[in-house]
């Protein structure tokens, strides 16, 4: 069972910018995802990065304002949010997911799961 523990949540104004971390239990190749739900829509994926090869893929409506990275630590994952904007007001989550999927995985392909971290955007 892998642990998965998002931080770094919080409220920004419009605009800014924001840097969440994912902290798992374990060490080793995992493909690791961001996802975020916004109330009254479904769970979206944001973006994946397989920590073996540092390989990354960003759903094409996230391209562009995301940045997924690896931690110092080769059991953390950050996404960066850039120039956010009221829409990405949310609850962000990471999860490890099945690897070799070369895209951003789907809800359902993902095992383990955190708890969220909240982000407000105001305007």
């Known amino acids: 069972e892998v642990q998965l523990v998002e931080s770094g949540g919080g409220s920004v104004q419009a605009g800014g910018s924001l840097t969440l971390s994912c902290t798992l239990s374990?060490?080793?190749?995992?493909?690791v995802a961001w996802f975020r739900k916004a109330e009254g829509k479904e769970r979206e994926a944001i973006a994946s990065?397989?920590?073996?090869?540092?390989?990354?893929f960003y759903t094409d409506s996230m391209k562009g304002r995301f940045t997924i990275s690896e931690g110092d630590a080769n059991n953390k994952v950050r996404l960066q949010l850039n120039k956010v904007a009221p829409e990405d007001t949310a609850m962000y989550f990471c999860a490890t997911c099945i690897t070799g999927l070369l895209r951003t995985p789907r809800v359902n392909e993902c095992g383990y799961w955190g708890q969220g971290t909240p982000v407000t955007v105001s305007s």
């Open positions: 374990t060490y080793g190749a995992l493909n």
């Open positions: 990065l397989y920590t073996g090869d540092g390989r990354a």
